[in-house]
């Protein structure tokens, strides 16, 4: 018998064994176009597998890991260059899902995720607003976290706690005068972290969450960031409206209390994932595209779980049952 970790089977958004992780789906990262999708946009309707958009940055380098999560999850696949986005020739609200993956986009010039933001913020805000009014999943992952943060979208519309006084305002913080603010910052260590982390979660209000955000689910994934740090000027206010989707923590599940490596970048109150307050909006700076399959854990002997594929697999049956 082989020692090898055996192939794993994609499975249905639903939760079923079936096919949708291979290579022959018709996706084309250079010459994508928007025939697998809903014409309508909106949720995915009757048997139909939702299509997801996931937009090619200079730099981005995830996509690809990132689709195959989707495929195995249920979904259709359509990774597109920004400058079709840009032209029209593909549409965000053709789509069921937004997925920003990780990478370096336009090399971070300016800071990680910025020049990205500012495209969602510009060129693309108001297909953003009318896939917020379609209530579209939407997650960013890395780079895509920090875009998401960038342009505003997380945290969202959070009211300050009582508690919390003017305080400074990160670096880079998105969110006007009155509004919680954040960013992801350098990490505190001053070094790019490569490693592996547990993640305890929460915001159970959130449709990717549905199969993970339980007390006693914790997942494993990697990070690969330099600039991680998640920081906020009100850290209470996101913390009352059960926005924080994911915690580091140790393999028991205990909190990291700010302790290296077990929180490898320093973040507020362990901070590796929110959600806006609608649920519908989540950013993460770990890589759960990294560990939806057993043979991606360099540690699969021990069978230790934590596999990804449930955050998935929630935020595609979230469309296509919508």
């Given at each position: 018998m082989s020692d090898a970790p055996q192939q794993d089977e994609p499975i249905e958004a639903d939760g079923g064994a079936g096919g949708g992780a291979g290579e022959g789906d018709g996706v084309d990262q250079t010459g994508a176009t928007a025939q697998q999708v809903n014409p309508n946009g909106g949720p995915a309707s009757g048997g139909a597998r939702p299509t997801v958009l996931i937009p090619v940055a200079p730099g981005t380098n995830r996509n690809e890991e990132l689709a195959v999560a989707f495929r195995a999850a249920g979904a259709e696949v359509n990774q597109v260059p920004l400058q079709l986005l840009r032209s029209g020739e593909v549409k965000l609200v053709d789509h069921q899902l937004l997925a920003l993956p990780g990478g370096f986009s336009y090399g971070d010039a300016l800071g990680a995720g910025r020049l990205l933001g500012l495209d969602l913020s510009g060129w693309f805000a108001d297909q953003l607003q009318e896939a917020h009014d379609r209530e579209m999943p939407i997650i960013g992952i890395c780079n895509g976290f920090q875009a998401l943060v960038r342009a505003g979208l997380l945290p969202g519309d959070v009211e300050p706690s009582r508690s919390s006084g003017p305080g400074l305002r990160p670096t880079g913080a998105a969110g006007i005068a009155g509004e919680v603010a954040a960013t992801l910052a350098a990490n505190a260590n001053g070094r790019f972290e490569c490693r592996w982390v547990h993640l305890a979660t929460g915001a159970r209000h959130s449709p990717w969450m549905a199969d993970l955000?339980?007390?006693?689910?914790?997942?494993?994934?990697?990070?690969?960031?330099?600039?991680?740090?998640?920081?906020?000027?009100?850290?209470?206010?996101?913390?009352?409206?059960?926005?924080?989707?994911?915690?580091?923590?140790?393999?028991?599940?205990?909190?990291?209390?700010?302790?290296?490596?077990?929180?490898?970048?320093?973040s507020d109150a362990d901070i590796a994932g929110i959600v806006d307050p609608s649920g519908l909006v989540l950013g993460l700076m770990p890589h759960p595209e990294d560990h939806v399959f057993a043979r991606q854990d360099p540690r699969w002997r021990q069978d230790l779980g934590g596999r990804c594929l449930p955050l998935f697999a929630a935020g595609v049956r979230a469309v296509r049952h919508g």
């Amino acid at each position: 018998m082989s020692d090898a970790p055996q192939q794993d089977e994609p499975i249905e958004a639903d939760g079923g064994a079936g096919g949708g992780a291979g290579e022959g789906d018709g996706v084309d990262q250079t010459g994508a176009t928007a025939q697998q999708v809903n014409p309508n946009g909106g949720p995915a309707s009757g048997g139909a597998r939702p299509t997801v958009l996931i937009p090619v940055a200079p730099g981005t380098n995830r996509n690809e890991e990132l689709a195959v999560a989707f495929r195995a999850a249920g979904a259709e696949v359509n990774q597109v260059p920004l400058q079709l986005l840009r032209s029209g020739e593909v549409k965000l609200v053709d789509h069921q899902l937004l997925a920003l993956p990780g990478g370096f986009s336009y090399g971070d010039a300016l800071g990680a995720g910025r020049l990205l933001g500012l495209d969602l913020s510009g060129w693309f805000a108001d297909q953003l607003q009318e896939a917020h009014d379609r209530e579209m999943p939407i997650i960013g992952i890395c780079n895509g976290f920090q875009a998401l943060v960038r342009a505003g979208l997380l945290p969202g519309d959070v009211e300050p706690s009582r508690s919390s006084g003017p305080g400074l305002r990160p670096t880079g913080a998105a969110g006007i005068a009155g509004e919680v603010a954040a960013t992801l910052a350098a990490n505190a260590n001053g070094r790019f972290e490569c490693r592996w982390v547990h993640l305890a979660t929460g915001a159970r209000h959130s449709p990717w969450m549905a199969d993970l955000a339980d007390v006693s689910t914790t997942v494993r994934c990697p990070v690969a960031h330099g600039e991680g740090r998640f920081v906020a000027t009100d850290v209470a206010a996101i913390e009352s409206a059960d926005l924080v989707a994911f915690r580091y923590c140790d393999a028991d599940g205990a909190a990291a209390h700010g302790a290296y490596p077990v929180n490898p970048n320093g973040s507020d109150a362990d901070i590796a994932g929110i959600v806006d307050p609608s649920g519908l909006v989540l950013g993460l700076m770990p890589h759960p595209e990294d560990h939806v399959f057993a043979r991606q854990d360099p540690r699969w002997r021990q069978d230790l779980g934590g596999r990804c594929l449930p955050l998935f697999a929630a935020g595609v049956r979230a469309v296509r049952h919508g």
